[in-house]
C-alpha cells in the first residue's frame, strides 16, 4: 500500500532560521505531490505542488520544494522562517489520474520564535 | 482559490442521534468530493470519495452504514453520522477537485462532539 513519511513531527525554529521538511512516499508509479498547511484555527491550504516537469516547484509565501525521484522525496524548504510560518504542513501524495485519491503524512509541527 | 464551506463548524450531540454535516464548493464545480476525518495531533484519514450522482467509495475499515454520504449536485456533498457514539467524536474534513484538475480544496471541517 502507498505511505508517506514525515520525518520530523516537531520542529523549533527561530525566526530567520531556515527550513526543511522532509518527505518520503512508497509508490513506484507516477505521483502528484502536494504539501499542505494548517494555521492554528484555519483550514488546509495548498502550498505547493508538483504533478511535472520541473522538479523544484515554487510555491506561496516563499515555500518551494524539491522532487527527487531516485529518492522518492518531497522536501519542503524556505530560506528564512518567520513568526507567522507557525502551522502544522503535511506532504501528500496522489496517484495519476484515477479520481484523485490523497495519503496524507502525519504531519509537522513548526512552532517559530520571535 | 476555491472556496469550499462546510456546516456547522462544531456540532454536540447525544449519543444515539444522527448528524448531518454539509460541504459546499462555492466558486467551482467538484465533481469529486471527499470526507476525511482527522484524529487529534494526527494526519487526514480518507473516508470516502463521492462523485456527484453516484455511490460514495468508501476506504476499507469505514462503515458505509453508520457515514451515509449523498453527493446529489455539483457543489454539495453531505455526510451524515448516523447512531453516532462518543467514539465518532472527531473532526470531520470535506474537500473538493473538479473533473480537470488534480488537486483537491479543502473545507474548513466540522467539529463532532458526541456526548
Known amino acids: 500500500a502507498q505511505s508517506v513519511s514525515q520525518h520530523n513531527h516537531h520542529v523549533i525554529l527561530s525566526e530567520a532560521a531556515s527550513l526543511e521538511l522532509g518527505c518520503n512516499y512508497s509508490?513506484?508509479?507516477?505521483?502528484?505531490l502536494f504539501w499542505y498547511v494548517q494555521y492554528p484555527g484555519q483550514h488546509l491550504q495548498l502550498l505547493l505542488k508538483?504533478?511535472?516537469?520541473?522538479?523544484l516547484v515554487k510555491g506561496i509565501k516563499g515555500f518551494e520544494a524539491e522532487f527527487i525521484k531516485s529518492k522518492f522525496s518531497f522536501n519542503l524548504r524556505k530560506p528564512s522562517v518567520q513568526w507567522s510560518d507557525t502551522a502544522e504542513y503535511f506532504c501528500?501524495?496522489?496517484?495519476?489520474?484515477?479520481?484523485?485519491?490523497?495519503?496524507f503524512g502525519a504531519g509537522t509541527r513548526l512552532a517559530v520564535h520571535p | 482559490g476555491a472556496v469550499v464551506s462546510q456546516h456547522p463548524s462544531r456540532v454536540i450531540c447525544k449519543s444515539g442521534t444522527s448528524v448531518k454535516i454539509e460541504c459546499r464548493s462555492l466558486?467551482?464545480?467538484?465533481?469529486?468530493m471527499f470526507w476525511y476525518r482527522q484524529f487529534p495531533k494526527q494526519s487526514l484519514m480518507l473516508m470516502a470519495t463521492?462523485?456527484?450522482?453516484?455511490?460514495?467509495?468508501?476506504e476499507q475499515g469505514v462503515e458505509k452504514d453508520k457515514f451515509l454520504i449523498n453527493h446529489a449536485s455539483l457543489t454539495l456533498s453531505t455526510l451524515t453520522v448516523t447512531s453516532a457514539h462518543p467514539e465518532d467524536s472527531s473532526f470531520y474534513i470535506c474537500?473538493?477537485?473538479?473533473?480537470?484538475?488534480?488537486?483537491?480544496?479543502f473545507g474548513p471541517g466540522t467539529r463532532l462532539l458526541v456526548l
Open positions: 501528500a501524495v496522489s496517484l495519476t489520474g484515477g479520481y484523485n485519491k490523497l495519503i
Open positions: 509508490y513506484g508509479g507516477t505521483v502528484n
Open positions: 466558486d467551482f464545480q467538484a465533481t469529486t
Open positions: 508538483y504533478f511535472s516537469g520541473d522538479p
Open positions: 474537500s473538493g477537485a473538479t473533473a480537470r484538475q488534480e488537486t483537491q480544496y
Open positions: 463521492s462523485n456527484e450522482g453516484s455511490k460514495a467509495t468508501y
